[in-house]
């Protein structure tokens, strides 16, 4: 199995399938934690030296933190209804308190952060939905912490892929700290597939090749992405939902596409 690739595995006593941290990851930023909870059960967690992103993946759920709190926050029953989810930012040296109203799926990104910004909702009229690409390379991307909606490190994004398209594509990185020209970010794929016996294909590779992986991932398996392009492919009669995650020394997007073929962006 690829070393870049986490595989979920059964929930434990806090009700957790995914926990990828930069220790395991073998890097400096990103954090990443999928919890599946029962209804009722509540999830109790310090965010210590991290500014935390709270996505409702799908469910209903109170969330609190040392002075907000919110209640019963959540509309998805499906991450495939293709409506922006509610999230919570965390800030650093605080902690939260979800409990499950139902069953609930919860994703959590992590970076490290100073306190510069509040505990606050972000709800799904704050967010929207844009088509990128054409054609087989269509897809649709929610930023749900991103430009403009602040944190110190962390940019959190999902993105709706059809069954038979492309997605992160033409290939492209981020990996050279290099302002203007490129930005570096660690970055986490969160896949769940519809149906959910699907699965989805995944290349990591660098321009030398000295990484150079192509992965088959399944519905709820995470993909790291330490350096190079990553194009992910949705094979036909497969819907592809992914959360990215990304952190880096700063939090600006600048990537740039395998030269190899973006020729097919001047058509």
């Known amino acids: 199995m690829s070393h870049l690739l986490s595989r979920p595995r059964t929930p434990d006593e806090l009700g957790c399938i995914q926990r ?17 909870l029962k209804a009722g059960q509540t999830l109790e967690q310090p965010t210590e030296g991290t500014e935390v992103c709270l996505v409702i993946m799908t469910g209903k759920a109170d969330v609190a933190t040392q002075k907000e709190a919110w209640t019963d926050i959540g509309e998805r029953t499906t991450i495939f209804e293709q409506q922006p989810p509610y999230a919570v930012y965390v800030p650093p040296h605080d902690s939260y308190t979800v409990k499950a109203n139902t069953d609930l799926e919860l994703a959590v990104s992590r970076a490290p952060a100073e306190g510069k910004y509040p505990a606050r909702l972000i709800r799904p009229d704050d967010l929207e939905y844009i ?70 294909f995944q290349r990591v590779y660098t321009d030398d090749r000295s990484l150079d992986e192509t992965i088959t991932v399944e519905d709820r398996g995470v993909v790291m992405v330490p350096r190079g392009y990553h194009p992910v492919g949705a094979p036909h009669g497969y819907d592809l939902y992914y959360l990215n995650t990304m952190a880096g020394p700063e939090r600006t997007w600048i990537f740039n596409n395998d030269p190899a073929h973006e020729w097919m962006l001047q058509k």
């Not at 941290?21 to 999928?34: C, D, I, K, L, R």
């Not at 929610?142 to 962390?154: G, H, V």
């Not at 290939?171 to 969160?190: G, I, R, V």
Request: with cysteine.
């Open 20 to 36: 990828i941290t930069p220790q395991s990851a073998q890097w400096n930023y990103v954090g990443f934690e999928v919890y599946t």
């Open 131 to 200: 088509t990128r690409g054409e054609g087989t390379n269509a897809r649709k991307v929610c930023n749900i912490l991103f430009n403009d909606i602040p944190a110190e490190k962390l940019l959190v994004v999902e993105v709706f892929t059809p069954n038979g398209n492309w997605s992160s594509y033409p290939p492209h990185k981020h990996d050279t700290d290099a302002k203007p020209q490129e930005t570096q970010l660690e970055e986490t794929y969160y896949h769940r597939m519809n149906p959910s016996q699907g699965f989805a």
